[in-house]
């Protein structure tokens, strides 16, 4: 088995400084985080990231961080210009928003651009130090899509098997991605990898299109599962890998004796209520003002719902210091405000709002009460939350409300209750319809969703896309153990 390495923007954790010498150390938060742990601890490797603080990484904090991985860390420092223009500006104000077609949200500032592949061409540098002969090397995610182009820029490539890279979130349609002013050097970047994986076949199909219409000299051929593109002389493979979650470990977690008491607790403190879940980082692509109108529109329109609901909504802190999330923030404040202002009665309370992250334990216990989980998001690459749910209904009770633009639709589709989460009505009619249905439907379609995660779980993932990426693993001189 070859060698695995991650590279991916941030480390499974943060560090972070709480006064001279002090430090504390958070595990991130976050959907690539959450899938590609587990698979690392399993197999070994080595995890090449950002440990999430501007300047020096001190030695100290960050072996103490590592000691009990698993799996070696290998950071990446990044100044406080490069965090601000390159993770904060062109990743998360440019590429962020354009790939979720949030185009208006976009800050097409010149400066990011250069930042963004200085940054990558670090990552690239740390490869080249870490990799040896035939290891797999798997970039992950947006912040990264020039590593390939960085290191066939210093010839890199030649002695190293299989550069693949999977992409998180989704892919834009043409008329989206051709609004990006780097959108040739991009698509020249990303066609430098070997394979490039995508969660959906909707990204798969939008990739292709740009390719196609932006890159005259590469050339598609199209096969059932998987294409290939030819460009410069190399064949590059694209296909759709939907990411899933560890199964087990979260079924597990919601059987085991703590997290059953707290889901019990929880319970009881809203007698006769169904219980309505939503839980996200804060992000504008997660569609969570849509949601509360539309929980609001189904308290005006449906009274009977007065009084039998409460909607719990999590939202884990993430990308504060970006001022439109900050913004965001506020509208969700004033939104709950406005639904607790109106309805609330002295024995009941519509909204109970949590701003900040729950940890693992709670946050099943959450997953294991709630009648109903509710995600809207205005487009989500996959929406790890829906799978997460499923997996702890070990009861196969509970609905499942889900955007159609989210990539686990393209999986849950006949069974999860799918609603555009840009129609406040339609979503409300959904609420109720997931409230009134008999818990023989809601078993029926809870069991096959749980087939469905169980089957399709993080380890299918990781196994699929390494079987796709090893068929790439090139004969390469074995004289140079080292790059
Ligand atoms: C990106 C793509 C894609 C949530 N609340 C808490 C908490 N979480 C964990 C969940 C889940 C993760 O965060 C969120 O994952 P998502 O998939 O929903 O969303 P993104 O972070 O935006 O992830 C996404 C994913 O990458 C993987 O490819 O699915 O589309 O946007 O795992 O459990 N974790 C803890 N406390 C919380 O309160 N500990």
């Given at each position: 088995m070859n060698r695995l390495i991650i590279v991916s923007n941030r480390l499974p954790f943060a560090l972070d400084s709480t006064g001279e010498d002090l430090w504390t150390v958070t595990p991130?938060?976050?959907?690539?985080?959450?899938?590609?742990?587990?698979v690392l601890r399993e197999r070994g490797g080595t995890w090449i990231g950002?440990?999430?603080?501007?300047?020096?990484?001190?030695?100290?904090?960050?072996?103490?961080?590592?000691?009990?991985?698993?799996?070696?860390v290998v950071p990446v420092a990044l100044s406080e210009t490069e965090r601000d223009e390159f993770y904060y500006g062109y990743s998360n104000e440019v590429i962020w928003p354009l790939f979720h077609d949030l185009q208006n949200f976009c800050n097409f500032e010149p400066a990011y651009w250069q930042a963004y592949k200085q940054v990558n061409e670090r990552y690239a540098d740390a490869i080249?130090?870490?990799?040896?002969?035939?290891?797999?090397?798997?970039?992950?995610?947006?912040?990264?899509?020039?590593?390939?182009?960085?290191?066939?820029?210093?010839?890199?490539?030649?002695?190293?098997?299989?550069?693949?890279?999977f992409l998180h979130i989704p892919f834009p349609p043409y008329d989206i991605f051709s609004k990006l002013p780097q959108q040739r050097r991009l698509l020249r970047a990303l066609?430098?990898?070997?394979?490039?994986?995508?969660?959906?076949?909707?990204?798969?199909?939008?990739?292709?299109?740009?390719?196609?219409?932006?890159?005259?000299?590469?050339?598609?051929?199209?096969?059932?599962?998987?294409?290939v593109i030819r460009f410069e002389k190399r064949k590059i493979r694209v296909g759709h890998f939907p990411i899933g979650i560890d199964f087990d470990s979260f079924e597990n977690g919601a059987k085991s004796e703590a997290v059953t008491q707290r889901s019990q607790q929880l319970r009881a403190s809203f007698p006769e209520c169904q219980l309505i879940l939503g839980s996200d980082r804060l992000d504008y692509s997660k569609g969570i003002p849509e949601r509360l109108r539309a929980f609001r529109n189904a308290l005006e329109r449906y009274a009977d719902l007065r009084g039998c609901v409460v909607m719990i909504q999590i939202v884990v802190?993430?990308?504060?210091?970006?001022?439109?999330?900050?913004?965001?923030?506020?509208?969700?404040?004033?939104?709950?405000?406005?639904?607790?202002?109106?309805?609330?009665?002295s024995t009941w309370?519509?909204?109970q709002y949590h701003f900040r992250g729950l940890d693992r334990e709670e946050l099943l216990a959450h997953y294991r009460a709630c009648d109903i989980a509710f995600l809207t998001p205005l487009k989500d690459g996959m929406n790890l939350v829906a799978k997460e749910y499923c997996a702890c209904r070990t009861d196969e009770d509970g609905a499942l409300i889900?955007?159609?633009?989210?990539?686990?639709?393209?999986?849950?589709?006949?069974?999860?209750?799918?609603?555009?989460?840009?129609?406040?009505?339609?979503?409300?009619?959904?609420?109720?319809?997931?409230?009134?249905?008999?818990?023989?439907?809601?078993?029926?379609?809870?069991?096959?969703?749980?087939?469905?995660?169980?089957?399709?779980?993080?380890?299918?993932?990781?196994?699929?896309?390494?079987?796709?990426?090893?068929?790439?693993?090139?004969r390469v001189p074995r004289r140079r153990r080292n790059l």
């Open positions: 991130a938060v976050g959907g690539l985080v959450s899938a590609v742990e587990p950002w440990p999430g603080i501007a300047g020096k990484i001190p030695q100290g904090p960050l072996a103490e961080a590592t000691r009990d991985a698993g799996y070696n080249i130090r870490s990799a040896q002969l035939d290891d797999f090397i798997w970039v992950h995610d947006y912040h990264l899509m020039y590593v390939a182009q960085a290191l066939r820029e210093r010839s890199a490539p030649q002695q190293l098997s299989a550069l693949t890279f066609l430098q990898f070997d394979l490039l994986g995508f969660q959906t076949r909707r990204d798969v199909r939008n990739f292709l299109q740009c390719v196609r219409r932006i890159m005259p000299d590469a050339k598609v051929l199209s096969r059932a599962e998987m294409h802190p993430s990308r504060v210091e970006i001022p439109r999330y900050h913004e965001f923030k506020g509208r969700i404040d004033r939104l709950v405000g406005d639904i607790n202002g109106r309805f609330s009665t309370i519509p909204v889900l955007s159609q633009f989210a990539g686990a639709a393209e999986q849950l589709k006949p069974d999860a209750l799918l609603i555009n989460p840009y129609d406040v009505e339609l979503m409300a009619d959904t609420i109720v319809k997931a409230f009134r249905m008999s818990p023989a439907e809601r078993a029926a379609r809870m069991k096959r969703m749980r087939r469905n995660v169980r089957k399709e779980n993080v380890f299918w993932w990781v196994d699929s896309f390494l079987a796709a990426g090893s068929q790439l693993a090139r």
